[in-house]
């Protein structure tokens, strides 16, 4: 998607990929023949800016056909490079403007709280948008109401648009952040399906927050730990050579 389009955030899709495969296809209640069931799970992608990975998961779950996803990032097509809850069935809310998910996220479990809804809501964050300070207000008033059916992900792949996350505002202690604002937080590492579903699995009294290390660029060699990444599209001999690496580590 990213070498035909020409498209950026490759590297930010590839250290989300094994969340959203876990997501999708072992925690979450979705039905992609019926989007709008109630009560079902609600998955939110606060850093839209990885909107091809979710696409695809999307596509590869059933929500619509895989020929979609020629349409990404193009003059005149289907899929915008940030999400666009419009755009096709699965997507629940419109993302890209850093720092926002997380707060639509808490509203929405407010709601089903209150309406005694057992659906649950998730929201993926990238670890440079955790510099946003809306983003701790969110954890505030979601620590105080103990939302226990509010998941937080953060994609901790150490790299944001202009640098190392660390260098640009330390984070290396984010789950003791969390914990101390209210959140049952966990570490795990991020590419580890089975490490993931367990986490995602266990019992909550509170909100969630999960630190999933990650590596910008995962399993292809010249994306991985790259900041550059973060901005480029494969040209041919590129593409190539990534989908060799990827094939190579079914």
Not at 4 to 17: D, Q
Not at 66 to 75: G, Q, R, S, T
Not at 146 to 161: C, G, H, M, P, R
Not at 195 to 223: C, N, R
């Amino acid at each position: 998607m990213a070498h035909y389009s020409k498209a950026s955030h490759v590297g930010s899709c590839l250290s989300i990929a094994e969340i959203l495969y876990t997501l999708y296809f072992r925690i979450l209640r979705v039905d992609p023949g019926n989007p709008n069931l109630a009560n079902r799970d609600i998955f939110i992608l606060s850093k839209g800016h990885g909107s091809a990975a979710l696409y695809a998961t999307l596509a590869e779950r059933g929500f619509y056909p895989k020929a979609y996803l020629d349409k990404y990032y193009i003059d005149g097509g289907l899929l915008p490079g940030h999400l666009d809850k419009e755009a096709v069935p699965g997507v629940e809310v419109s993302s890209g403007s850093l720092g926002h998910g997380l707060s639509i996220g808490i509203g929405m479990a407010i709601a089903r709280r209150t309406a005694l809804d057992s659906g649950r809501v998730f929201v993926l964050l990238g670890d440079g948008e955790c510099n946003e300070g809306s983003v701790w207000e969110a954890a505030m008033l979601a620590g105080t109401l103990k939302l226990e059916n509010l998941t937080a992900i953060v994609d901790f792949n150490k790299l944001q648009s202009f640098g190392k996350t660390n260098e640009v505002i330390d984070q290396r202690n984010m789950a003791a952040r969390w914990a101390a604002f209210g959140w049952d937080a966990h570490d795990v590492e991020g590419h580890d399906v089975a490490a993931l579903e367990q986490v995602f699995s266990a019992p909550q009294q509170g909100p969630k927050m999960i630190v999933a290390h990650t590596v910008k660029g995962k399993s292809v060699s010249f994306m991985e730990d790259r900041l550059e990444w973060h901005y480029k599209s494969p040209n041919d001999e590129q593409y190539v050579q990534a989908i060799k690496e990827l094939e190579g580590k079914k």
